[in-house]
């Protein structure tokens, strides 16, 4: 343990620490990557559409938007521990009931009361940070996290390629339940409560109501709070279609297109790291204006690529690797500025951000398959999405102001010391 400006205790993270808080924050991208080899079982099985089968995983990105404004606040009235189990135990069930749904209605509902409950999980985990850290210590903790979270990309398409393969795909949902019956064990025996209680807040509605207008009133917390949700919506338009792109389209076998996604996951990963390792000489804010610029410039790339057939699948690959190359100095980053002076409501702060991260993520990715599902439509999507980034931060924040960067420098002595009293 460590004290910081105001003389509030900081802990410094074990590598269990970061493991538990990384596989909690994972668990809403396992729910989503192990069954993504699956889509086109899933389409053939339920006579479904592509799109409707798509909208399974934009489903689920919904409702765990509504899920983190619900939990957000609850965790902020009676602390980190109690919302996280009775959340993360209900994923469970629905895992359960996934796996004997009958037709693609009920499996698209079913996805979005579960990604409700394991919203918990996601939105716990960043409370339980910026209860513990602040500035770039912040920024670092949540680079690391995405080396646990980046392990979904890496390994859960294959191992729910290989359920799918020797039993069927419903039995990756037997698989996700198994999971969540895991971290319900490793919570209550390792999770420590990071919010004591006199640091607790009201959870009358009227309150809840009030913090929530509050924070919608800050244009510059809610244009950092953005940032994040474009930032998964970029992903999430690269999960949803890729299962298509390379296999429909590239003619790539569930083994190969697992593998792709694979090494996709690496860059994300080694993104990440990098900007753990700049944060420490270098301002988030400025790593962030920098990163989304140049991600903009690659996905431009990526489309000019897709347009013109320029080195077929390999192309597409450069084209996809740039763009993951710059994704881990995004969304760190913009948390950390968002929250920086919200740590008195962490929970609800923390529940607005995931709430648009997951709605807009919900919201944007289907037009993948509404535009027609190929390597054109989501190398479109992706570009349209970074230029609204490009949009929200130079509207909303001063971070492409001269100097302005400066302002969105982290909390000061004062403000920590005011932090602690509320």
């Known amino acids: 343990m460590t004290d910081v400006p105001g003389n509030r205790p900081r802990y ?15 668990l809403p991208a396992l729910s989503t990557d192990m069954y993504l080899p699956s889509l086109p079982d899933v389409a053939d099985d339920l006579q479904a559409s592509q799109a409707a089968v798509q909208f399974t995983l934009s489903a689920m990105l919904i409702g765990g938007g509504f899920g983190q404004l619900v939990i957000g606040p609850l965790s902020d009235r009676f602390g980190r521990r109690l919302p996280l189990m009775v959340g993360i135990s209900l994923h469970i069930v629905i895992s359960m009931a996934c796996s004997i749904a009958p037709d693609i209605a009920t499996l698209i509902g079913l996805r979005i009361l579960q990604g409700f409950f394991n ?22 903790l949540m680079s690391r996290l995405v080396l646990v979270i980046g392990v979904a990309p890496l390994f859960a398409p294959s191992i729910g390629q290989v359920i799918a393969d020797q039993w069927h795909w419903r039995a990756v ?20 409560e990071t919010l004591p209680v006199e640091s607790r807040r009201g959870g009358r509605p009227r309150q809840i109501v009030q913090s929530y207008w509050f924070l919608l009133r800050d244009r510059q917390f809610m244009s950092l709070a953005i940032v994040p949700g474009l930032g998964l919506g970029v992903i999430m338009s690269y999960v949803v279609g890729s299962p298509f792109v390379f296999q429909n389209q590239y003619g790539l076998s569930g083994s190969q297109f697992a593998l792709v996604f694979a090494l996709n996951g690496v860059v994300l990963i080694i993104s990440a790291q990098v900007n753990a390792s700049l944060v420490r000489r270098v301002a988030p804010a400025k790593i962030l204006r920098a990163g989304v610029l140049a991600q903009f410039t690659f996905g431009v790339v990526l ?12 192309g597409v690959l450069v084209g996809l690797w740039l763009i993951f190359a710059t994704q881990g100095m995004i969304p760190a980053n913009a948390t950390v500025l968002a929250l920086n002076n919200y740590g008195h409501m962490a929970g609800t702060a923390s529940a607005v951000m995931g709430a648009l991260k997951s709605g807009i993520a919900g919201i944007v990715s289907p037009l993948v398959g509404f535009l027609g599902g190929g ?30 960067w400066r302002e969105l420098e982290f909390q000061t002595h004062e403000d920590v010391a005011m932090d602690r009293k509320q």
């Open 173 to 192: 949902f037997y698989a996700l339940a198994l999971i969540g019956l895991a971290l319900v064990v490793i919570v209550w025996k390792w999770m420590p």
């Open 375 to 404: 390597a054109l439509s989501m190398a479109g999507v992706m570009v349209g999405i970074v230029a609204m980034t490009v949009t929200v931060l130079l509207v909303g924040t001063p971070v492409y102001r001269k100097g302005g």
């Open 303 to 314: 489309l000019l690529i897709v347009v013109t057939g320029a080195g077929g699948l390999t």
């Open 119 to 140: 919203a918990a999980a996601a939105v716990v985990a960043i409370a339980v940070i910026r209860d513990r850290f602040i500035g770039s210590d912040a920024a670092r």
């Open 12 to 26: 410094v993270p074990g590598v269990k620490y970061v493991l538990m808080l990384g596989a909690l924050a994972a």
